[in-house]
């Protein structure tokens, strides 16, 4: 099935592995509560037992430098693509209002990103990663 529109998350390429898949699954919070409907419905197997549902489409898991990263978020708040972000900073906080207080205590273009998660049409978000790679 081939979707109208792309789901994208860009890590820095010099993230720790723990680092990668925390920063991933924070992402990916983001963008399954950006809009209704991209989460499916629940999963039951053949016993009944229940299983919380998933994002409807696929994920391209992205790498880049910190200056593609940085490209990359001017690139989509130009294009108008609503974006999820992950900063360096998020690592030494320990709860939800902090992460929020360490984002606005920087300029937009001064975030020490190590993340990005965007959803948005096909051709808009390749042109918005231009220069990531996929993650090996």
């Known amino acids: 099935m081939r979707f109208d529109t792309k789901v994208a998350v860009v890590l820095r390429d010099d993230l720790l592995p723990w680092q990668e898949l925390n920063v991933t699954a924070f992402l990916m919070s983001g963008i399954a509560t950006s809009a209704p409907g991209l989460v499916g419905e629940a999963y039951r197997d053949a016993d009944g037992t229940a299983y919380l549902p998933m994002l409807r ?80």
Do not use: C, W
């Open 57 to 136: 489409q696929p994920v391209v898991v992205l790498t880049a430098s910190a200056d593609v990263l940085a490209e990359a978020r001017v690139r989509a708040l130009g294009r108008g693509i609503p974006l999820v972000v992950y900063t360096r900073d998020l690592f030494a906080t320990g709860h939800d209002a902090a992460n929020r207080a360490a984002v606005a205590a920087v300029r937009g273009d001064d975030l020490a990103l190590v993340g990005i998660g965007l959803r948005g049409p096909r051709n808009a978000v390749d042109k918005v990663v231009k220069g990531s790679r996929m993650h090996s």
